[in-house]
């Protein structure tokens, strides 16, 4: 399996990561035995990039894939992200916390690897960006002081998360380039 850096962490992880998303279903709908099978082949093969979101089945791809790892005695690098609902918007480093304590909980770990902004971001909120999870964000709710990021760095403080990024694609892009210039963000998800 050949291996990529994996953007700001200094970490190297495979070039080919397991997906657990709704797509596929295996996290969402398969059955424990074939959980248990695809994960264990994908490491054996030398995959140990693991991405999901608690918004993935509500939550049963965390829940599913932190048992199946568990399972296997397996400690891959997992990424999984936080997505934000107009309404959280009141109190986001609270929402950020909940967010991030109900993955570690689901997932049955101590710390997360990797969380990642699953928002856009525009100039305006909204109830629901172009694409993707959650509410449209502003620069200001993910960079100001009581913000997402302010929020993540904290965590990170606490030992509750290794590395943070965002999404890069959707929202607007002025926005987004705002984002990626702070130079706060770990990774960035692209549109490939």
């Known amino acids: 399996m050949k291996r990529r850096p994996l953007g700001r962490t200094g970490l190297s992880v495979s070039e080919i990561g397991l997906g657990c998303g709704p797509t596929a279903g295996l996290m969402v709908r398969g059955d424990e ?3 248990r099978d695809a994960v264990a082949r994908a490491l054996e093969l030398g995959i140990d990039y693991f991405d999901t979101a608690p918004a993935y089945g509500d939550t049963l791809s965390e829940q599913h894939l932190g048992a ?14 936080i997505a934000l609902e107009l309404t959280d918007l009141a109190d986001i480093p609270g929402a950020v916390t909940r967010s991030v304590e109900g993955s570690i909980a689901r997932l049955g770990v101590k710390r997360l690897d990797l969380v990642q902004l699953h928002n856009r971001v525009a100039t305006a909120r909204a109830v629901k960006a172009d694409i993707g999870t959650g ?11 009581d913000g997402v990021v302010p929020t993540l760095e904290r965590l990170r403080a606490k030992g509750l998360v290794a590395y943070f990024g965002c999404c890069a694609y959707g929202g607007e892009p002025a926005s987004v380039a705002r984002l990626i210039d702070s130079g706060l963000f770990a990774t960035i998800l692209l549109h490939y």
């Open 135 to 145: 509410a449209m964000l502003t620069v200001d709710d993910v960079l100001a002081a």
């Open 68 to 81: 199946t790892l568990r399972a296997l005695g397996a400690k891959p690098f997992v990424a999984t992200k």
């Open 33 to 35: 035995k074939a959980r």
